[in-house]
């Protein structure tokens, strides 16, 4: 086997390691990030520190770049405003979901990114809609459970979710060469892999 292919299938197979060691711990959204800056900033900093919720976001991302500069305009507002009211109605929640739910958001967006999906902008809107609601949702009830402020630190969030889906879909609506839609194509790969092995080991769990 040639040795810089073996290297490179060595690298890809510690990056997957890595994603599941960081995420494994957050999956459960059992902690909150205390930066001492107040709780907008200890949004961000929770966002930017929770693989389960910031890969995620950067494969829509991806995808919205792929698709072109109006489904990327589209996600960038739509997303953001989804993530604030899926965690007003998280925190009013009473009986939060114990399926990993997660792990879906891993394979459904991967696998749209890595197939290149030639989707309508009102459809990757949706996609940005579902995927505010379910992880704001979420990142709502652990902040209430945690006695947190959710409207100020799901506000940190949307300030990241807003720089990150900027930056991440402009450069993918900025590439020309095709072996570079290739590389973000393979990048959803991994996100996709990354959520399947998330999902066997999610239900694999002893409860």
């Known amino acids: 086997m040639n ?3 073996l290297q490179s299938r060595r690298g890809s197979l510690a990056l997957l390691g890595a994603l599941l060691l960081a995420v494994g711990p957050t999956a459960a959204q059992a902690h909150l990030v205390t930066t001492g800056l107040g709780p907008v900033y ?11 919720d910031l890969l995620p976001a950067i494969a829509l991302a991806l995808f919205a770049g792929l698709r072109g500069p109006l489904p990327g305009r589209l996600a960038l507002f739509a997303l953001p405003a989804a993530w604030l009211l899926g965690g007003l109605l998280g925190q009013l929640s009473t ?10 958001s891993f394979l459904v967006l991967g696998i749209l990114v ?9 459809l990757v809107v949706t996609l940005a809609i579902a995927l505010g609601l379910l992880h ?27 720089v990150l889906v900027a930056l991440f879909a402009a450069f993918v609506v900025s ?9 973000v194509r393979i990048a959803g790969s ?7 092995l ?10």
Do not use: C, Q, Y
């Not at 009986?95 to 879906?104: D, E, K, M, Q, V």
């Not at 459970?145 to 807003?162: D, H, N, Q, R, Y």
């Not at 590439?175 to 590389?183: E, G, H, K, S």
């Open 95 to 104: 009986n939060p979901p114990h399926f990993p739910l997660t792990p879906f």
């Open 175 to 183: 590439l020309r060469p095709p072996w570079a839609r290739i590389v």
């Open 198 to 207: 998330l999902l066997g080991w999610a239900l694999h769990k002893p409860a």
């Open 3 to 5: 040795p810089l292919r």
């Open 190 to 196: 991994w996100i996709a892999a990354t959520g399947l």
């Open 136 to 162: 704001g949702f979420l990142n709502g009830v652990a902040i209430h459970e945690a006695g947190a402020s959710v409207p100020l630190e799901v506000t940190g969030i949307m300030a990241m979710l807003f």
């Open 42 to 52: 200890d949004g961000i900093g929770h966002f930017l520190l929770s693989p389960d």
């Open 114 to 122: 890595a197939a290149d999906a030639r989707l309508a902008p009102a």
